[in-house]
């Protein structure tokens, strides 16, 4: 027995010895081994293996804090119920729904004031507001209200931050504690945390904000928006750079980066280890730490290297010639990269934890976007090598229409701020989340007009569907009928005789009545007279009367056989998203006058088909009544023209795609006043021909680019004016002279 406790006794202190020769470091850290408190570890353990273990870490950057300045949790629980005391508001709480109930949807914003400063960015947010379907000038009208204090940037340092908002607001009749408000903010926050500080109490008021944290939004209330310069235009906007396909779609470049590292304060940690993945072949991450007043006295020994490197790449090619685009957070969580990879196509790769992606609530990202981890910075370039060319080539078409649909524009960021919020508002007229995140976006597809994919020209193809097989033939008439010959009843003959036709519908815009039933054509389909306002703009009013998709909209000059306007139905059924018709028209870019050109001239190529003998779908007429503003409307019945150019315009730029141009065996000559001089007819040509060229500009003008696109497509029947017989020929009557 003796023996055995001396042999456990040996076992025992040689164990000991044993850990306290190689872990004795470690023990003599123990808190139960040392009276005092222990202390932080502030240099890594020199492991035995150390010479085998290969370091890619700087051991500079790997002792040191960072910088963060980073807050407790319950700092962080306190910082925000200061800044969001109403941190539990959503729309049900927090918002006034019966201001919108007799009026609808209507945003009132204050009157600016001429010591407020405000910003250019400000500025063409209040532009965009105030020229948007919604804006009303009536307060007792509004739903909505917006400030015209500047809340853009609230970092107290910036020479542009607005004092003693608190003050200013509390004076305001209409503020009731900010309800029914929306506030737009860019930056929030200052040196050294960036907390999202405003400065002052919003209230019950919905936060439109970049660079939002997850843990401070309100989902269904809060409305996180993209991050924008100043140089952002206000309409309009660049096209995306993915001008063609390409298969494979890589690039030159997988993964890149280029931007400024800090040394120091929060956002350091991720710019700062960018370098570790940089190879100089197909993943180039380069940063700098030249930028700021101070940054000599906080330079690190890479810094120098750095420096050197950056200037060896050209960030604009970067952005054409890679794949992938690495966003990573800054100061705040957004940066303006976000957008300009989206416009590149160049698909983000956000390490940026905890950021809100803007309209997040409507917008799905997974299609567009990768979203990483910065802790594992390390997996992203394994990450994104797993992609597949095909899904490569979805997110870069996705980034595409994202950029175009909701970014390229203050008018279009601010747009779709309204309509997410309007969503909220008239749920039974909301759009689902396919019609944001498919073309053309939720901003054409007015939820007014219907909430079924099927009652839209666009989603078609996606859902294997077919618009209705029949047609409304709608035919304008400005003159009197007093003769059997005129024009317009052998044209209702000619469209009644079309098997595609369900009714006939005549605006009437006419000083004199029209004629009584029995003086119209005998037609096998209904024939209906709509009594119009005389304004040109009526032709294009979304009548309830039209019943079928597809609107054969007619001039009452127009000459057109049967066999036309079947062959051109069936056309416009495989492109039900288009124009389809027959006289066709130009424009061009005119450098000597620096403005753009109209012309009528015969050649192989064309951007317009006019609607005095044209197919489209009857949505482009809720499109054309309720989408654009009053003020364009007003110009082309003041003119009394220019209402077909106009729908051109609004077709192509929800399309983006030419009309479509069918045969026709006569040309088409745009009605001319009658009774006139052979020299005044010329005149008055030349005046309607001034004023058409007028209307191109002020339209490219409003939409802040040129939507039209050429096109030398035409399309014929089969065996047409070939030399072959004329019973083989489905649609002969077109070629009779």
């Known amino acids: ?431 689902p989340k396919f019609l944001w995140n498919t073309l053309p976006g939720g901003l054409l597809a007015l939820p007014e007009y219907s909430t079924h994919l099927g009652d839209f020209p666009f989603y078609h193809l996606q859902h294997g569907s077919s618009p209705s097989g029949k047609f409304t033939a709608f035919i304008r008439a400005v003159s009197p009928v007093v003769s059997l010959s005129q024009p317009i009843l052998k044209l209702i003959q000619a469209v009644s005789r079309s098997q595609h036709c369900a009714q006939i519908l005549v605006l009437w815009s006419c000083e004199k009545p029209p004629p009584p039933r029995g003086r119209w054509p005998q037609t096998a389909v209904p024939l209906t007279v709509i009594h119009g306002r005389r304004k040109v703009s009526d032709r294009f009013f979304p009548y309830s009367a039209i019943g079928t998709d597809a609107v054969l909209s007619l001039d009452e000059h127009t000459s057109l056989s049967t066999s036309e306007v079947d062959f051109a139905f069936v056309v416009w059924r495989s492109f039900p998203d288009r124009i389809v018709g027959f006289p066709m028209r130009s424009h061009f870019w005119d450098s000597s006058q620096s403005q753009w050109g109209y012309t009528s001239r015969w050649t192989n190529e064309f951007s317009m088909v006019l609607t005095a003998a044209a197919f489209y779908h009857r949505y482009y007429h809720s499109l054309f009544t309720n989408y654009l503003p009053a003020s364009l409307r007003r110009l082309i019945d003041q003119l009394s023209s220019c209402e077909d150019i106009l729908m051109n315009f609004l077709v192509a730029a929800v399309t983006k795609l030419p009309p479509i141009k069918v045969t026709q065996k006569k040309q088409h000559q745009e009605a001319a006043p009658q009774q006139m001089s052979k020299s005044a007819a010329v005149s008055s040509g030349n005046l309607h021909f001034s004023q058409r060229q007028d209307c191109l500009n002020r339209f490219a003008a409003w939409f802040g680019y040129m939507p039209l696109v050429h096109s030398q497509l035409r399309l014929d029947p089969v065996l047409f004016k070939d030399q072959v017989s004329v019973l083989r020929k489905k649609y002969r009557h077109l070629e009779k002279p």
């Not at 948007?132 to 542009?160: G, K, M, V």
């Open 1 to 431: 027995m003796q023996t055995r406790k001396k042999y456990i006794f040996i076992t025992f202190f040689a164990s000991w010895l044993l850990l306290f020769f190689f872990g004795g470091d470690q023990i003599r850290r123990l808190a139960f081994l040392s009276r005092k408190k222990a202390t932080v570890l502030k240099n890594w353990p020199r492991w035995t293996d150390r010479s085998l273990l290969k370091s890619f870490a700087d051991p500079e950057e790997l002792q040191s804090d960072g910088g963060h300045h980073k807050q407790s949790a319950k700092a962080r629980r306190e910082s925000r119920i200061n800044i969001y005391k109403h941190s539990r508001c959503r729309m049900e709480t927090c918002f006034d729904f019966s201001r919108c109930e007799k009026h609808g949807f209507k945003v009132f914003v204050y009157p600016m004031e001429r010591e407020d400063p405000v910003s250019e960015s400000y500025l063409k947010i209040i532009t965009s507001l105030e020229e948007s379907r919604y804006y009303t000038s009536n307060p007792e009208e509004a739903c909505l209200f917006i400030l015209n204090i500047d809340t853009l940037d609230r970092d107290h340092l910036s020479i542009q931050y607005v004092h003693n908002i608190n003050d200013k607001i509390q004076g305001f009749p209409l503020w009731n504690d900010g309800q029914n408000h929306l506030i737009f903010n860019l930056y929030s926050g200052t040196w050294p945390n960036y907390t999202e500080d405003l400065g002052f109490d919003i209230g019950q008021a919905i936060l439109a904000k970049a660079s939002f944290y997850v843990e401070n939004f309100r989902p269904g209330f809060d409305i996180s928006i993209p991050l924008f310069s100043k140089e952002h235009p206000q309409k309009g906007g660049e096209r995306g750079w993915l001008y063609q396909n390409s298969v494979p779609p890589k690039k030159k470049y997988l993964l890149a980066f280029k931007g400024k590292r800090y040394l120091t304060g929060i956002g350091s940690d991720t710019r700062n280890a960018l370098h570790h993945i940089h190879n100089g072949k197909d993943i180039i991450s380069l940063t700098t730490c030249k930028h700021g007043k101070d940054w000599e006295k906080h330079k690190d020994t890479r810094c120098d290297k750095d420096n050197s490197d950056y200037e060896k790449f050209d960030y604009q090619e970067l952005l054409h010639n890679s794949t992938f685009c690495i966003i990573p957070r800054g100061r705040r969580l957004g940066s303006f990269r976000f957008l300009e990879a989206l416009q590149a196509a160049c698909i983000p790769v956000l390490l940026s934890n905890g950021w809100e992606l803007p309209f997040s609530e409507v917008i799905d990202w997974s299609k567009s976007a990768i979203v990483g981890d910065e802790r594992l910075l390390l997996q992203i370039p394994s990450t994104v090598r797993c992609i597949h060319s095909d899904k490569i080539l979805a997110f870069q078409q996705q980034t595409q229409f994202l950029w175009e649909a909701y970014f390229s524009s203050v008018e279009k960021i601010v747009q779709t701020t309204l309509e997410i919020v309007k969503d909220r508002l008239f749920r039974l007229e909301s759009r």
